[in-house]
């Protein structure tokens, strides 16, 4: 008798078995087979949920209408503060040089080989005692751009008006033509705006692109203040 109801205890815990494993793997083939079906655990009380990409790993495209009005306000104020340092730095050296223009960029070969076509001049004009072969820069009424030649004959002095003859080294004849009508020298005091006292060569080659080519202006302008203001912090 107490064999008999072992036997039948032992079925009985067979079948419970294997009536829980059918059941997980019937659970288990309907995951799989269901499309969008969320995924069920071994524990038969528990669900887990899908993945979701976090939203901070997928990259966002810049827009203006994203950026909040004191953010944008803050990039507008931080180009005009480049602009305006920049226009500080050439006032102070117009100053200290006592030039309207301290740096010059060479746009012909007049002065070859002296200087090349693109080189940077560093003007100093505090001295009025040209001597001659000194290279100086002067303007001539009438016209916009300022020419870069040599100092060949100079007249008067001291308490006379000082007198200047110019010539480029890479020209035949002296400047006579070139200066205005009935003016056969340069007056120091008026005329001249520094003299050479160094200069960097080649690097000014940009200004003159810039001068042949006036829309280039207003494509580095537009991203310059294009690159201020979608910088994000």
């Given at each position: 008798?107490?064999?008999a109801?072992?036997?039948?205890?032992?079925?009985?815990?067979?079948?419970?078995?294997?009536?829980?494993?059918?059941?997980?793997?019937?659970?288990?083939?309907?995951?799989?087979?269901?499309?969008?079906?969320?995924?069920?655990?071994?524990?038969?009380?528990?669900?887990?949920?899908?993945?979701t990409?976090?939203?901070?790993n997928?990259?966002?495209?810049?827009?203006?209408?994203?950026?909040?009005?004191?953010?944008?306000?803050?990039?507008?104020l931080?180009?005009?503060?480049?602009l305006?340092?920049?226009?500080?730095?050439?006032?102070?050296?117009?100053?200290?040089?006592?030039s309207?223009?301290?740096?010059?960029v060479?746009?012909?070969?007049?002065?070859?080989?002296?200087?090349?076509?693109?080189?940077?001049?560093?003007?100093?004009?505090?001295g009025m005692?040209?001597?001659?072969?000194?290279v100086?820069?002067?303007n001539?009424?009438?016209?916009?751009?300022?020419?870069?030649?040599?100092?060949?004959?100079r007249?008067?002095?001291?308490?006379?008006?000082?007198?200047?003859?110019?010539?480029?080294?890479n020209?035949?004849?002296?400047?006579?033509?070139?200066?205005?009508?009935?003016?056969?020298?340069?007056?120091?005091?008026?005329?001249?705006?520094?003299?050479?006292?160094?200069?960097?060569?080649?690097?000014?080659?940009?200004?003159?692109?810039?001068s042949?080519?006036?829309?280039?202006?207003?494509?580095?302008?537009?991203?310059?203040?294009?690159?201020?203001?979608?910088?994000r912090?």
């Amino acid at each position: 008798m107490l064999a008999a109801s072992r036997q039948l205890r032992n079925v009985a815990s067979k079948n419970f078995r294997k009536r829980i494993l059918l059941e997980q793997y019937h659970a288990c083939q309907l995951t799989l087979s269901t499309p969008g079906h969320l995924p069920v655990s071994t524990d038969r009380n528990t669900i887990t949920p899908p993945r979701t990409s976090h939203p901070s790993n997928h990259p966002t495209m810049f827009s203006f209408s994203t950026m909040r009005p004191r953010q944008l306000l803050t990039q507008v104020l931080n180009f005009a503060l480049i602009l305006s340092t920049a226009f500080m730095l050439w006032k102070g050296l117009s100053v200290a040089a006592d030039s309207p223009s301290p740096i010059v960029v060479v746009l012909s070969g007049s002065m070859e080989p002296a200087f090349q076509r693109g080189d940077i001049l560093l003007l100093w004009n505090r001295g009025m005692e040209t001597q001659i072969g000194e290279v100086v820069v002067y303007n001539v009424k009438g016209k916009d751009i300022p020419i870069v030649h040599r100092v060949v004959r100079r007249f008067g002095g001291g308490d006379k008006a000082l007198k200047l003859l110019t010539k480029g080294d890479n020209n035949l004849a002296d400047d006579t033509e070139l200066y205005a009508t009935g003016q056969a020298y340069l007056d120091r005091s008026k005329d001249v705006i520094g003299s050479v006292v160094g200069y960097i060569p080649f690097v000014g080659y940009v200004t003159i692109l810039l001068s042949e080519h006036p829309w280039l202006k207003t494509v580095m302008l537009g991203l310059m203040g294009l690159m201020v203001v979608i910088q994000r912090e």
